[in-house]
């Protein structure tokens, strides 16, 4: 019975369309770790399709460790953006379980940019990774401090 069962999970899993954007109403919870210069933190975002290209959504991230963080304070650690996506997987032509997608970010420190991809192995859960970089930091007092520079960025993506 076991092997019947395990057998029909497989094919299910098999069957299922995982598709890393839809479009216009899809919406993406990612969870996962931030590295950038000096620490690393965890990260949740959301994406929310407009269009069949084009989604926006939010990033909230949190740093929990690097060097000298204990002498840096929460404004610091904390960092929250809008962000604009262009997801060109179909428009790269790729599978429909991979996605890229450069986009502008606006936080509490920087106006940046950020390129990302997404890889979905069944409907409901995938991983993705992303780099960001700031274009304009507006908060002088940030300039040399977290949360205002280039961070690497890697989880896991899950459908809602």
């Known amino acids: 019975m076991k092997k019947i069962i395990t057998l029909a999970l497989l094919f299910t899993i098999g069957l299922t369309n995982a598709q890393a954007?839809?479009?216009?109403?899809?919406?993406?919870?990612?969870?996962?770790m931030t590295v950038q210069n000096g620490g690393t933190g965890i990260l949740v975002s959301s994406d929310y399709g407009l269009g069949e290209n084009f989604s926006i959504g939010a990033l909230a991230s949190y740093l929990l460790s690097g060097s000298g963080i204990s002498a840096v304070s929460s404004d610091y650690r904390f960092d929250v953006k809008a962000r604009f996506n262009a997801n060109l997987g179909n428009v790269l032509n790729v599978s429909p379980k991979f996605d890229v997608y450069p986009g502008l970010n606006l936080g509490l420190k920087?106006?940046?940019?950020?390129?990302?991809?997404?890889?979905?192995?069944?409907?409901?859960?995938?991983?993705?990774?992303?780099?960001?970089?700031?274009?304009?930091?507006?908060d002088k007092d940030a300039i040399s401090k977290y949360n205002n520079?280039?961070?690497?960025n890697i989880g896991a993506s899950f459908n809602l």
Do not use: Q
């Open 21 to 32: 954007f839809k479009g216009a109403g899809d919406t993406k919870l990612n969870i996962g």
């Open 110 to 138: 920087n106006f940046g940019g950020h390129v990302g991809a997404k890889y979905f192995f069944s409907e409901g859960f995938g991983v993705f990774t992303e780099f960001s970089t700031p274009f304009a930091k507006y």
């Open 149 to 152: 520079g280039s961070s690497f």
